[in-house]
Each structure stands twice: as C-alpha cells, then as structure tokens.
C-alpha cells in the first residue's frame, strides 16, 4: 500500500499545530499582562465599545480636572468674601455716632484704621491664583483693583480720590462755607436761594415752624428760594425749621429756637425789640448754622458723593467736578467733566471687566456634557463698591480735637460719618444684587453643584471602568485552564504528527 499526501494531508496538521501555537502565545501573553488582547485589532468587534468608553472616561477626567480647578478657586474667593465680611461687619461696629472714645481717641484712630482696612480689602480682591486673578470677572490677567496709595493719592499723572473729594468739597462748600445758598434779610424777611441751577451744594427742600409768628414761603422756582418773614414777635422756645437735600442723596435740617436772652447754644436767636431786628438775629443765627452744617454733615456728605463718582459701580463712569470756566476755581463749578475729561487725568480704580449686573456669566467653565458652572466676581459689584467708598471717605478725614471748637467738628463728622457707614453697610442691603452676601451665596451654589457633579463623575467612572475591565482584561483561571487544555492538545498533535510522519514505504518495508 502506498500512501501518499492526498491519503493524508500533512501539511493540513502543520498548519493546525501552528495555529494551536499561536494560540498557546496568545493564551500565554494574557497570562502574563492579564489584557485578553495586545492590539485593537486582537480585540475584534468590540474594540469599538471599547474606544467609545475610553472617549467616556477622558471626557470624564477632563471635567474632573476642570472641577478641580475651579473648587480651588473657589475656595480662595470664599476665604477673600468672608474677609470682606469681617472688615464690613467690624467697619460698622466701630464708628458709632457719640462713641468718641476716652480723650476723643476714636477721632485720631479712625482714619488710619479705615485706611488699614482699605488696603487689606483692596489687596485682597487683587488675588489671584499662579497669575489668575479672581475678582476682574472675564479680565484674569491684571490686577482688577487700585493699590490704595494710588487709589488715594493718585499715581502715573493721574489724581486719586483725595483731589476729586477735596475739588468736589470746594464745589459743594462754595467759598462762603454756606453750601452754595445766598442768604439775604430785608426789614423782616429772611430770604434764602440755592445760588444756582447745579447738583452742588445744599439743595432747599422745606421750612417750618411751630409759631404762627412766622408767615412762610416754601422753596419754589429753578433754582429754589424760600422766605421767612417775622409777621409778630415769635414767643420764647419757638422754633423754626429749614429742611435741606444733600449730594449723597440724604436729607438735613436746621433747627433755629427764638430765645428772650442772649443766646447761649448754637441755633438759637435773640427776640429782638422789633420784628425787623428779630428777622436780622435769625439770619445771623440761620448763617452760622449753615457755615456749621457745611463744614460737618455737608462735608461728609459731599466726600461720600465724591466717593462715588470716584469708585464707580457696575455700569457706572467716572463723575468728576468740572472747574468753574469763568473763576478758574471749583467754588462756582456747576457741573461735571465728560467721561472722557475725567478718566484722562483720573486714577481708574477698577480695571476688571464690567458685566453691569451679569458678573457670574462673566467666567463660565463647562464640567459635564450638559452643565456649566458661572462663577464670575467683579470687585465693582454692589457690596464691595459700598466698602470700598465708606472705608476710602473715612480714610481721608481730619478730625483734629486740640482745641474745644475743633473737637465739636470733629465730632459732628464723625456723627455723619458713622450714620452713613451704618446706613451703606447694613445687613439690609444683603439682599441686593451684588452684596457680598449675595456673592457668597451664588459661589456656594456653585460649589454645592460642583460636588454633585464630582460625586455622580466618580460613580460613572467606576461603572464605566468595570465595563472597560470586562472587556480587556482576561481572568487568570480561565486563562490557566484553557492553558492546560491547549498545552494537552498540543502535545498530542506533536505526537499524533510525529508517528504519522513515518508512515513512509521505506519504513514499511523494513
């Protein structure tokens, strides 16, 4: 019998044992690196779930790495916010109308204590984290704020806000210190008029009295004027009142008392031995009452209203007095430079970006295929921009106490000082857009959402790890036991070859 290769085809089991080779290195290698295949190709049709799940888990990490980031950020806006609560909070604690101090001690340290404030404030919005800065909205690559020496003192050419309140002051005091009202008295009538048709000074708003002795004209007319006259001889304790509108938008009174001696306390006027002479001693006593009120309430009023044409607000532009083009000086001015007059020679002290009400869009990153997360803050929002003004006002304040006239100013600022801090700095405003409060507030919501997402991202992740594991990685027991099988099957295709491989006629005949 002859057999030959049609009778049984050789080279067809070397084939299968090269196959069962192949098998036993692949068995072999996943053995060793526990991945069931080494190539994308290896892994057949399901490489491409795989491919779509490692797209998955990058997007994942991606956002995961953009949350990490803005918690950081976040974190540290919340460490400058609960700074600027303390120093708002701590700022209307301390400046208490009447709480001079021992030997007047608050009226010496109060300006340098708000100016220290100032600086740690200012300092703090200039934050930013490896050249980030966090408080200029979408600008994040200059210091959003002024340093307080120039944002005071004025630097590079430009002036700060102590020129632009003292200019304002002038404009608001007029040289005669009454506010910018003419004061005039014939036979028994006292007339007074805002001495033009300007947002300066002293604005006339009533006149009362509690006598019938006095016939009075209620302020009238562009510019206004009101008139006093004495009809009858007013009785001792009358009273007469003229009310007053003030830059910073607050209201003022001057109280005048009828007296039947010589007068012993400010305000008060002597009844005279006829109308026209009582008439003439209550202009006398109306004008040191306003020249009083123009170096005190006025003043402080005058500085805030300064303070915020200077620190300006979202949406808001430098406001500077405009010098008087006829006397050359501020006392007469009547009304303001254009913007871009005042921003030439004026220090800028917000240079961030001005989203005018929309700062939390200003600085938007996405953290999930359907989620982004607005965490923008501008330093000239609502809340800062009141801290900013009131500290900045108190900081240049003069409230010297060496002699008792001096001290009784002094005091009378401080008074108007502290009422409008309390007023600007009060918990009720925590409600407005823009109040630190509310900052705070909208940045924990962002962080509240952040965590949300990083917990679902992790949970997603492991799922989608599972998947991955499933699909790449192989199980060493499986992988041992087919192992086996194979190196079994393999020995008895070696064998099974090996003797057929000697089914040749030579051997037979032997």
């Keep these: 019998m002859i057999v030959t290769n049609q009778m049984y085809p050789l080279p067809a089991s070397y084939s299968g044992i090269k196959q069962l080779q192949n098998q036993l290195t692949n068995l072999q290698a996943q053995l060793a690196s526990g991945d069931k295949a080494q190539t994308l190709a290896d892994m057949g049709s399901v490489r491409y779930s795989d491919l779509t799940v490692r797209a998955r888990l990058s997007r994942l990490t991606g956002y995961d790495a953009n949350i990490g980031t803005v918690n950081l950020r976040l974190g540290m806006m919340n460490q400058v916010l609960s700074s600027a609560t303390t120093i708002n909070s701590s700022t209307r604690s301390s400046l208490v109308a009447g709480a001079y101090g021992t030997s007047n001690i608050n009226l010496t340290t109060a300006p340098s204590t708000a100016k220290t404030q100032l600086d740690q404030l200012l300092t703090s919005l200039n934050t930013d984290i490896n050249g980030h800065y966090l408080f200029g909205g979408g600008v994040t690559d200059q210091a959003p704020v002024a340093t307080v020496d120039a944002a005071l003192n004025g630097a590079g050419g430009k002036d700060g806000f102590a020129t632009v309140a003292a200019q304002r002051l002038k404009a608001d005091q007029g040289a005669d210190g009454l506010g910018r009202l003419t004061l005039t008295s014939t036979a028994d009538t ?41 009809a009858t001889q007013p009785a001792d304790g009358d009273t007469l009142t003229v009310g007053l509108k003030l830059p910073d938008g607050t209201t003022d009174s001057i109280a005048l008392k009828a007296v039947t001696g010589t007068p012993k306390n400010p305000g008060e006027f002597q ?27 006025l003043a402080v009023a005058s500085n805030f209203a300064a303070a915020n044409g200077f620190f300006t ?10 010098v008087d083009p006829v006397s050359g000086d501020y006392y007469a001015a009547t009304g303001y430079e254009t913007t871009a007059q005042a921003a030439g020679h004026t220090v800028q002290w917000y240079a961030g970006e001005d989203s005018n009400g929309a700062a939390r869009a200003s600085v938007t990153t996405k953290v999930d295929d359907s989620t982004n997360v607005s965490y923008g803050v501008e330093a000239n929002e609502a809340g800062f921009a009141q801290l900013v003004r ?32 309390s007023t600007n700095l009060s918990g009720a405003n925590d409600s407005v857009s823009g109040s630190i409060a509310s900052i705070t507030v909208d940045l924990g919501l962002a962080q509240v959402t952040l965590k949300n997402l990083s917990d679902r991202h992790t949970a997603y992740t492991a799922q989608l790890k599972d998947v991955l594991s499933n699909a790449e ?7 041992a ?3 086996l099988e194979l190196q079994t099957r393999l020995s008895a295709s070696y064998s099974a ?8 006629l030579a051997n037979y005949l032997k």
Excluded: C, W, Y
């Excluded at 607000?313 to 405009?322: F, P, T």
């Design 481 to 483: 036991s087919a192992l």
């Design 313 to 322: 607000g979202q949406g808001q532009s430098i406001q500077r007095v405009a």
């Design 190 to 230: 006292v007339n007074l008029a805002e001495d033009g048709a300007h947002p300066f000074g002293f604005k006339l708003d009533t006149v009362g009295s509690s006598s019938t002795a006095f016939t009075l004209t209620q302020p009238s007319g562009t510019p206004a004027a009101l008139a006093v006259q004495v």
């Design 473 to 479: 990685q192989a199980d060493p027991n499986e992988v």
């Design 497 to 504: 070859t090996a003797m057929i491989s000697q089914l040749q």
């Design 390 to 421: 009131s500290l900045a006002v108190q900081s240049i304040q003069s409230l010297p106490s060496t002699s008792d006239a001096q001290t009784a100013t002094s005091q009378a600022k401080f008074d108007a000082l502290a009422t409008r801090v």
């Design 271 to 297: 009844i005279g031995a006829t109308t026209a002479d009582t008439a003439a001693n209550l202009s006398a006593a109306l004008h040191s009452s306003l020249q009083t009120e123009g170096s005190t309430t």
